[in-house]
């Protein structure tokens, strides 16, 4: 069973607009949920995350997710893109009583000058 | 160390022989995951370590990959009689004991099976 679907595998945006990447989760529980980057022959390297707190998350580089239950969401935000923004998104849960994540297949975020 | 390391980065092999993947992870983490990374997929976890427990076994694709871990240190995954299949890139994670704790990533190790 997919545990997490991310819509898109490539997006493009111009430098200063919108992103958005988008993410969501199949689970009767709410899950923790992850946003990880991984820039070009790097490792991955965590963004945010959200643990049942506060449903508006803020992470690093300007980013911030906002958990929707009702519609099982963790959509990726920033407002205004960067240059270096450019790299894979992977969007992860991690599940009550499972050992590792669940990641998403990517999105590839290419920011046009 | 400051963050989880691995090696080699780079490892070229020829089909059927045996290769031999190593993680450091960062200190006091006894969480330690291995997750593997087809070209344009998302990562496939592997195994997981915890502390001196049995490891968590279920992710491994076949009896030809395995992994051991010594205490709270290092970790090796060896893949033996490799396939072309196994071409990916391995990524290892630690992280503090709580399975929810966020996972630090090394760079991984880029396999190629020729």
């Known amino acids: 069973a997919q545990s997490v679907t991310q819509l898109g595998s490539h997006v493009s945006v111009s430098e200063g607009a919108l992103v958005l990447l988008r993410c969501n989760y199949s689970?009767?529980?709410?899950?923790?949920l992850f946003w990880y980057v991984q820039y070009p022959n790097q490792g991955l390297q965590l963004l945010l995350k959200y643990t049942s707190a506060a449903t508006l998350v803020k992470g690093i580089n300007g980013f911030e997710a906002e958990f929707k239950k009702s519609e099982t969401s963790f959509h990726l935000t920033k407002p205004s893109a960067h240059m270096s923004d450019a790299a894979e998104y992977f969007c992860a849960v991690s599940l009550t009583g499972a050992n590792n994540l669940f990641f998403g297949t990517g999105t590839r975020l290419t920011v046009i000058p | 160390g400051a963050g989880v390391s691995q090696s080699p980065s780079n490892k070229v092999t020829e089909k059927g022989k045996d290769v031999e993947l190593r993680c450091d992870p960062i200190?006091?983490?006894?969480?330690l995951y291995w997750y593997r990374q087809r070209l344009g997929q998302g990562l496939e976890f592997l195994i997981y370590?915890?502390?001196?427990?049995?490891?968590?076994k279920s992710g491994l694709p076949s009896d030809r990959f395995s992994a051991e871990r010594t205490g709270e240190s290092v970790s090796t995954l060896t893949i033996q009689r490799t396939q072309q299949e196994d071409s990916a890139v391995y990524l290892c994670a630690s992280s503090l004991p709580r399975g929810r704790n966020i996972q630090y990533f090394g760079a991984g190790t880029r396999l190629s099976v020729l």
């Open positions: 689970s009767s529980v709410p899950p923790y």
């Open positions: 370590f915890q502390g001196n427990s049995a490891p968590d």
């Open positions: 200190s006091g983490h006894t969480a």
